[in-house]
C-alpha cells in the first residue's frame, strides 16, 4: 500500500498514540529518512496486560500491519520490542514471521528514549523526537488500531485492565466514552473500604478519588488502590505541601539523579539541582529549571523508589514544566554528544523488586481477558489527542451509526476525528463532548 494511503486510512480512522500522550499517529507516519520502525511492546508500567494480550492473540494481523508500516515509511526495518520475561508473546511473534529485540525487565523500559538507546544504540537528542535518529515508534495497541484503520475501521474501543484492589481482575475492550464506574461493577467492585482510583498506570496515572472519569483513545488501565499506601500518599499530597517540603527538607543527598532514568540514559537532568534551586531562589537559573522539560515523569525519583526524605521531584518537575510552558520557554537545547551513564547497567530499576518496594506485588499476574464491554449510554470526550479538540459534527437528536464520524479537528490543527462508539441517539453536545445513548433505552 502507498504511504499516502496509508496515512489517510489511519488520519480517517482517527488512530492516536494508545499508550501516552495521544500524539496522532498519520502524523508520525509522514516522518521521511527513517530506517527503523519499532513497535513498543515493553508494557512499561506493572500490572498492564493490554499490549500482551494482543502480541499473543493477534500476533500475526500486528505483523502484517507492521510491514505496512515500515513500507510506508520506507524503513528497512521493523522490530517489536519486548521484554525477556514475555515469552509466549515472544514465541507468536516470531511463528508469525516477526523480528524480535529483546529488553531486561526494567522500570521505565517502555520510555522511547531508553527504548531507542537500548535497541539502536542511537540516543534521541534532548528536547528532541525519535526521528532525529532514524526511528519511528508506535506502541502494539496502537498498532493494532493502525491494522484495523487500513481495513477501514475506525478506532471505537480500548483495551482497559482493570486491576488492584478488585474482586475479579481483568482485561476489557471498552467502548470509548464508558465511565470508570462501568468498569469497576464489571471487575466485582472494590477490595477495600478506601479505595483510590488510577486512570492508567501506578507510576504515571493520574488518581482519582471517585470513579468517575472516562475510557479514552489512551486509556489503557483502571487501577484500584488501598487510601493508605504510599503511592496514594505521593500522588495525591497537596502541591503546595510538595513545593514547600521541596524547599524545607531535602538534604541535597542526590539519590533522586542517581536514580533518575533520564540522567542515566546520558541526558543534563539533576532533579537535586532542580529542588536545590526551588530551595534557594539565588540557584534558580533558567538553565536548571529548563532541565524539568527532560523529565519523563517515571517517578522513580520519588520516595517511592529514591528519595530518602519522601519527597517528589517529579511533581515539582510537572509543576515547572507548566509554569515554563505558560511563560513561552520551549524545550530547546543546544545539540552535543549524548551518551549513556557508565553506571546504567548497574542501576536500573527492577519491576518485580518495584512492584514488592510499591505494595503491588499480590496484584500481579495474567488477567484473563473477559471480553468486550456492553454499555447503553457513552460520554465521548472532544480532547482525545495532543493539539486541538475536535468540533463536533452532530447536534442533540441527531441519529448515529457506531463508527460514524461526529467530531473533527479544527482545520490545519494538529489532531484526529472523533467516531461514535455507540449506536444511538445524540442527547449532549457541549464543549467537554457528546453524549449518545442507544436507541433500545429509549422509552
Ligand atoms: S533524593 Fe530527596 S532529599 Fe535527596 S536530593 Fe533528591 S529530593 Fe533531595
Ligand atoms: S520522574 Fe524523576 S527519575 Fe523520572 S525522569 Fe523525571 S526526574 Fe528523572
Redesign the pocket.
Known sequence: MKADEVIRKVYEAGVVGAGGAGFPTHVKLQARKIDTYLINGAECEPLLAGDQHLMREKAAFLQNAAETVRGALGAERALFVIKKKHVAERQALEAAGAAVAVMGDYYPAGDEVILIEEVTGRIVPEGGLPLAVGVVVNNVETLYNIGRALEGIPVTRSWVTVSGAVREPGLWLVPLGTPASKLLELAGGPTEDDPWYVDGGPMTGPYHREPDFLVTKTSNALLVLPGRSALVRYETMDLERMIRQ?RF?????????VACSRNLAGYNLE??RI?RAMAYPEQRTEAVLRQAFLCSDCNL?SGLH????Q?S?RRVNQELKKALRSQGVTPDFPAREIRPHPMRPYRLASTNRLLFRLGLAGYDGHPPFRGEVAVDEVFLPLRQHLGAPCLPLVAVGDVVDEGQVVGEPPEGALGAPLHASLAGRVEEVSERGLKIRSIRTEG
Open positions: 521541596a527538607a531535602c538534604i541535597q543527598c542526590n539519590q533522586c539523579t532533579p537535586h529542588m525519583c529514591a528519595c530518602p526524605m519527597l521531584p
